[in-house]
């Protein structure tokens, strides 16, 4: 696979007593952290020469390659290093969409249940449009007589469009007031309302990312 992204001058990595670097690996569209690992100067070239990721596992001491019994490969677009040199931050195209051994999306899916102090599954946070688009998905799936996003789903089409349409509107004229906060309020109205348009059609927040992705080719 030809890379697409600079290699990393290995010798620059300070790798510690064992000879290894934490490689925290994030997923490129939406930031999120799925899960980290351990790299050796070996891995980090074979990273870099495959466009793959490779990883020392120091229970069985030995290389091994992210997916090659799940099949969930990460096909790396962009490899960085700490102002130490000593992490590596490596972004990736998730194969499958699932990067942890127990099949959840990412290895950080735990957290404190607030109410019984016992650890429950949770998706970590992504980009703030990916946590509110995963909020409105909820309100479709779960109606709430209360929430407005279900009634927005409720009305359909008719009232979502024209939402947009006047959300729209607004940002055009906080943008010829020349007036920032209303600007940025009336852009935050009418990306949600867009993200309400996008979940009522069954499209995916992260199909419109692939579509920027590729534009910004």
Request: hydrophobic share 40%; charged share 25%.
């Amino acid at each position: 696979m030809a890379l697409n992204y600079p290699a990393i001058p290995i010798e620059t990595i300070r790798f510690d007593e064992r000879g290894l670097v934490p490689a925290i690996v994030q997923d490129y569209l939406d930031g999120t952290v799925l899960m980290l690992a351990w790299m050796n100067r070996d891995s980090l070239h074979k990273t870099m020469e495959t466009g793959r990721t490779w990883f020392w596992s120091r229970s069985r001491q030995e290389l091994w390659p992210k997916g090659e019994t799940s099949g969930h490969v990460q096909w790396v677009k962009s490899l960085r290093y700490d102002c130490d040199a000593d992490a590596l931050l490596i972004t990736v195209e998730q194969v499958g969409n699932i990067a942890c051994h127990t099949g959840e999306r990412s290895c950080f899916h735990q957290i404190q249940d607030p109410q019984t102090q016992a650890p429950k599954v949770l998706p970590p946070p992504a980009d703030m449009l990916s946590q509110v688009f995963a909020v409105i998905q909820e309100r479709q799936k779960h109606p709430d007589s209360q929430s407005y996003t279900a009634s927005l789903f409720q009305a359909g089409d008719n009232k979502i469009l024209k939402k947009i349409g006047e959300e729209a509107a607004e940002v055009v004229m906080a943008c010829k007031d020349d007036q920032p906060d209303a600007i940025a309020n009336e852009v935050a109205d009418l990306f949600y309302h867009a993200l309400v348009a996008l979940a009522h059609h069954g499209v995916s927040l992260r199909q419109v990312y692939e579509v920027l992705a590729a534009r910004r080719k």
